[in-house]
């Protein structure tokens, strides 16, 4: 089984800077992509960004504000969130999607979500 642990959320005024950070443990596996979701009240879950390989991606929404970043040493993720609106108001979950090696199968992980307010 993979745990995936976030960090970060919190109330901030439009305008300002949050930090996510998320830590995947467990044994005998290797993770393929981590990413971001988040879900606003009364919203469905919605794709934030990812990383792969080094390679990033982003929803058009938080382009040029959000940076997501990653060690894949360590199994982390971060999502740097500046220039903070309302709208980005919302529970932030952390995702990571692998492989587990004995049995081999892959694996689909969620974090228990992060509160994060946007709000003068």
């Known amino acids: 089984q993979v745990q995936l642990v976030e960090s970060g959320g919190g109330l901030v005024q439009p305008g300002g800077s949050l930090r996510l950070s998320c830590t995947a443990s467990?044994?005998?596996?290797?993770?393929?992509?981590m990413g971001w979701y988040r879900q606003a009240p009364d919203g469905q879950r919605e794709w934030v960004a990812t990383?792969?390989?080094?390679?990033?991606a982003y929803t058009d929404s938080v382009k040029d504000r959000f940076t997501i970043s990653g060690d894949e040493a360590k199994n982390t993720v971060s999502l740097q969130m500046n220039s903070l609106n309302p709208e980005d108001t919302a529970v932030y979950y952390c995702?990571?999607?692998?492989?587990?090696?004995?049995?081999?199968?892959?694996?689909?992980?969620w974090g228990q979500g992060t509160q994060v307010t946007v709000s003068p």
């Open positions: 990383i792969s390989g080094g390679q990033t």
């Open positions: 467990g044994s005998d596996f290797s993770i393929n992509a």
């Open positions: 995702n990571a999607k692998g492989r587990f090696f004995l049995p081999y199968r892959a694996f689909n992980a």
